[in-house]
């Protein structure tokens, strides 16, 4: 894909103009992290992302979003009282958490867990009764869009992550190209889980590949993006969907499937990336 382009910020700009706004915004401290607009899977069943976009409050709304992936990592997440009615904002923090899929980390105690023998981490032990996980496993994904500067963050829930992973290994493994250099589609579709809910799973497709010299500064931006994302904290935000368009329902977590929809997703270890 020849005319795929990824932006800089302020690219084009002034260079007398560019050097007095560095040097004011190098008064503001770092937040760290890195700063990126979300990407919401809709409830019950919708097709179309929601988007964030310039301003707070601006969503668009895309049944379809192409990209570049320039960062990619598994992540767990455990929520105790993620699924009653309370509004208290410390629900939406986890009690345990992991960046990488392997080690759960508990803040309150200072404990450090293995993901993969952990108790909460087995079919079964859903909170609500359910029979999937009480830890959930997601995946997060950063992207590039044509010609836009910003990133992208699009977390993968537990319901998508088995098709998801498989589709990122296919890909790449098919041609030997990392994921920097594609460029893939990510749609919606609709599924039930045993207990009739309706929920959006995530279609990925690739589209094409970079030239060189575009792949070559999507692979510098991983690298960049690899520093920075264990500075991003978890929420309950990223497991939770969003209201579709016209839609009057609150936001709840992804709906949850039975048994037989479950499958357990390949570890870290045998997939071609982080």
């Known amino acids: 894909m020849e005319n795929f382009h990824i932006a800089k910020s302020y690219e084009g700009m002034d260079e007398d103009l560019m050097a007095e706004l560095q040097d004011e915004m190098a008064d503001f401290e770092d937040d760290g992290g890195i700063a990126c607009r979300t990407i919401k899977l809709p409830s019950g069943g919708g097709l179309a992302y929601i988007v964030q976009g310039d301003e707070d409050g601006d969503e668009d709304y895309l049944k379809e ?4 992936i320039v960062f990619s990592h598994q992540m ?7 699924f009653g009615q309370s509004n208290n904002q410390e629900d939406k923090i986890p009690a345990c958490s992991s960046m990488d899929g392997k080690t759960g980390y508990w803040p309150a105690t200072g404990e450090l867990r293995n993901c993969d023998t952990c108790p909460l981490n087995q079919y079964g032990t859903d909170v609500r009764g359910g029979k999937g996980k009480a830890c959930k496993n997601m995946r997060r994904i950063y992207l590039m869009r044509d010609g836009d500067p910003n990133f992208y963050l699009l977390t993968v829930p537990p319901t998508s992550i088995k098709e998801v992973n498989r589709q990122m290994r296919k890909i790449m493994a098919s041609k030997g190209i990392p994921y920097t250099g594609l460029v893939v589609s990510f749609k919606l579709a609709k599924a039930t889980n045993g207990n009739g809910i309706d929920y959006s799973t995530i279609v990925m497709e690739k589209k094409g590949t970079l030239p060189p010299a575009t792949m070559s500064l999507a692979g510098e931006m991983r690298r960049q993006i690899k520093t920075k994302y264990k500075e991003m904290s978890i929420s309950l935000d990223d497991y939770a969907t969003v209201p579709a368009a016209g839609s009057e329902t609150t936001a709840a977590p992804v709906a949850e499937t ?3 929809e479950f499958t357990e997703a390949p570890s870290n270890d045998d997939l071609p990336f982080a």
């Open 65 to 68: 979003i192409q990209g570049v």
């Open 76 to 82: 767990n997440a455990y929520w105790p009282n993620a």
């Open 258 to 260: 039975t048994d037989a």
